[in-house]
């Protein structure tokens, strides 16, 4: 079952579960969609696979199968640049 994480990986952006701009890739690094075409220039910081974007659990199933709560926050030089802005 997918964690649907709570944020972007590079920038801390709000991901809710029902977001379209969440994209992932096949370990479940979670980015929205402007860095992951931006300043990871499509290819995963950490594993270096492709995106494709979140599924969208239904909100029905979301109180019995939860999305994470714990944030994960890149140390990559590029995205630690893109949280201080």
Same mark, same amino acid.
């Given at each position: 079952?997918?964690?649907?994480?709570p944020?972007c990986?590079?920038c801390?952006r709000?991901?809710?579960?029902?977001?379209?701009?969440?994209?992932?890739?096949s370990?479940e690094c979670?980015?929205c969609?402007?860095?992951?075409a931006?300043? $990871? +220039?499509?290819?995963c *910081?950490?594993?270096?696979?492709?995106? /494709?974007p979140? =599924?969208i659990r239904?909100?029905?199933? $979301? +109180?019995?199968?939860? *999305?994470s709560?714990s944030?994960v926050? /890149?140390d990559? =030089?590029?995205c630690?640049?893109?949280r201080?802005?």
């Amino acid at each position: 079952m997918l964690a649907l994480r709570p944020n972007c990986e590079c920038c801390d952006r709000d991901l809710p579960p029902e977001s379209p701009l969440a994209v992932i890739c096949s370990f479940e690094c979670t980015f929205c969609r402007d860095c992951a075409a931006g300043v $990871l +220039e499509g290819a995963c *910081p950490n594993c270096g696979g492709n995106f /494709s974007p979140r =599924p969208i659990r239904p909100a029905r199933l $979301l +109180e019995k199968y939860p *999305p994470s709560s714990s944030r994960v926050v /890149s140390d990559k =030089p590029g995205c630690a640049l893109k949280r201080m802005a």
